[in-house]
C-alpha cells in the first residue's frame, strides 16, 4: 500500500509541475510540429505526401516517447543530485526504481496529452485518418515497458558516471534514425536492419504501422510471431535494465558516490 501510495504521489507531483510550466509545453507543441514537417520535406524530396506523413507520423511519434522517457529518468536523478537530496530519495522504504516509474508515469501522461495534441492537428491539416484501435494500445503499453527498461539502463550509469545527458542526448536521437522512424527499416541495409530490430522501440513502431494503418488483428500478429517478438524484447529490456539499475545504484553506494556530483 505504501509502495502504491508514494507511486502516485510522484505522480501527481509531476503532473503539478507540468501544469504550472505550460508556456514550456506549448513551445514544445511548436518544437514537435516544426522537426516533423522538416523531416516531411527532407523524405519527400521538397513534397509534403499526406501518406507519407502519416506513416512517419506513428513512428515519430514514437520517438518522441523514447526522448521524454530516457531524457527524463536521466534529468530527475541529475536533478536530486545537483539539490543534494538522492540520498534522502535512497533512504525511502519505496525502492527506488518503483519513484522513478511514478515520475516517469507523470511524464507519460503529460507526453501523450501533448503528442495527442499535435497528431489530432497534423492529421487535421493533411485531412488524414489513422483508425485508433484497442489493440495499437495493446502494442503501445508492451513497447513502452521496454522503453523503460532501456531508460533505467541509462539512469543506472547516471548514478556512476552523473553527467550523461549528452548520452541520453545521442540515444535518443539516433533512435530517430535507426528504430524506423522516418525510413522502413526494410529498407535499411541487412546488417542495419537486424541491429535496428534490437532496439526497444522499433518493433513495435513496426506493428503499430501493421495494427494502425494495415488493420492486422493482434491474432495475425501472434500467429507470425511479431507480437511474440515484440513481448520478449520488452521482458528482456525491462528485466534486464532493473537490473543494471540495481547494480549501478550498489556500485556508487559501495564507492561512497551516489550523492556526489
Known sequence: MTTLKTMLNETYKGLLIAWNYKFETFLQ??????????????????????????????????????????????????????????????????????????????????????????????????????????????????????????????????????????????????????????LPVEQFPRWLALVAKTLPTTQGIILLRDTLLKMQPLYELWKDGSLLLLCSQSIIYFGGGLLVFIWCARKAKLQGTLGYY
Open 29 to 182: 507543441l511548436v518544437m514537435m510540429g516544426i522537426v516533423f514537417i522538416g523531416i516531411g520535406f527532407i523524405i519527400g524530396g521538397g513534397q509534403v505526401s499526406t501518406g507519407q506523413l502519416t506513416y512517419t507520423l506513428i513512428g515519430y511519434s514514437m520517438w518522441l516517447y523514447s526522448s521524454i522517457v530516457i531524457s527524463g529518468m536521466c534529468r530527475d536523478l541529475l536533478g536530486e543530485a545537483q539539490a543534494g537530496t538522492l540520498e534522502q530519495i535512497f533512504m525511502s522504504p519505496v525502492p527506488v526504481f518503483l519513484i522513478l516509474i511514478g515520475r516517469s508515469l507523470a511524464t507519460l501522461i503529460t507526453a501523450t496529452i501533448n503528442i495527442l495534441l499535435f497528431a489530432v492537428v497534423i492529421l487535421w491539416t493533411l485531412k488524414a485518418n489513422i483508425s485508433l484501435q484497442w489493440q495499437g494500445l495493446v502494442i503501445f503499453i508492451i513497447t513502452m515497458a521496454g522503453l523503460f527498461g532501456f531508460g533505467f539502463i541509462i539512469a543506472g550509469m547516471t548514478l556512476i558516471f552523473k553527467r550523461v545527458g549528452e548520452l541520453a542526448g545521442l540515444t535518443a536521437n539516433a533512435l530517430l534514425f535507426l528504430n524506423g522512424s522516418m
